[in-house]
């Protein structure tokens, strides 16, 4: 019962919010890094906090310097698998400039559910706008800023311009919320992976309801090597390095 239960929450959390060359500093303490054109990680998922292994994600990208694309795929495993498949893709599209990343396009499509996804539109008459629609059916529409993200997306952006708004609009295929990101500092990790020297960010929406922790690798182009991903319940799923493929900085 515990075991269906773990896989009921699990596509609950992800339904409801939906994870280079090394370091560099600017002078104020603030870490980017250059982006290799190509790389995945795998991780291990887990119910909570050292809590029960009910699958895997696979996170990807390529780049060709002007537009990107990155996926993250998540299924269930073992047990949880017998009990509940969850085979759950994210999709993001966009540009990259001198302020990063500019979604384009962010898709979420999952086994026996109606494809969901947020078009952005930076140059509309009335303004920039992002429409969330499922199927064909617009849900919502929001006003978008400069530096405003979709919920993949932002796994890039943390480290590749060292310092994001005070306040931006993550978009994700259900609604957007506008969330507060902290950089949390350096600290040393140990997941499945290896050790790693990591910066902590995390972004957190007024009412609670987007709740997201990233560890970013600094000595592999900063990506995340662990992920917290929650919602506005006490549940969260926690992504945890297996695998890093990416070119290490000369």
Request: aromatic residues 8%.
């Amino acid at each position: 019962m515990f075991r269906t239960v773990t896989c009921i929450t699990l596509m609950i959390i992800l339904s409801g919010m939906f994870p280079s060359l090394g370091r560099a500093d600017d002078g104020k303490g603030r870490v980017a890094s250059v982006w290799p054109e190509k790389g995945a990680v795998d991780y291990r998922a887990s119910y909570g906090e050292g809590g029960l292994v009910v699958g895997q994600a696979h996170y990807s990208w390529t780049h060709d310097g002007e537009k990107y694309q990155m996926q993250l795929a998540l299924e269930t495993t073992g047990m949880a698998a017998a009990l509940y498949r969850l085979d759950y893709v994210q999709l993001s599209q966009g540009d990259i400039g001198e302020n990063g990343l500019r979604p384009l396009r962010f898709d979420v499509t999952q086994l026996g559910k109606t494809p969901e996804v947020a078009l952005f539109d930076w140059n509309g008459e009335t303004g920039a706008r992002v429409s969330i629609r499922r199927g064909t059916k617009e849900r919502h529409n929001f006003e978008l800023t400069p530096g405003d993200q979709d919920i993949l997306s932002i796994w890039r952006q943390m480290g590749h311009v060292g310092k994001l708004p005070d306040n931006l609009l993550v978009v994700a295929n259900k609604n957007a919320r506008r969330a507060r990101v902290v950089d949390l500092g350096d600290v040393d990790l140990k997941v499945p992976a290896g050790r790693f020297a990591t910066r902590h960010f995390n972004a957190r929406s007024e009412d609670g309801k987007l709740k997201i922790d990233f560890w970013l690798a600094k000595s592999h182009h900063m990506v995340p090597v662990r992920a917290i991903l929650g919602g506005d319940k006490s549940d969260t799923l926690v992504l945890e390095a297996i695998t890093v493929r990416v070119p290490l900085p000369n």
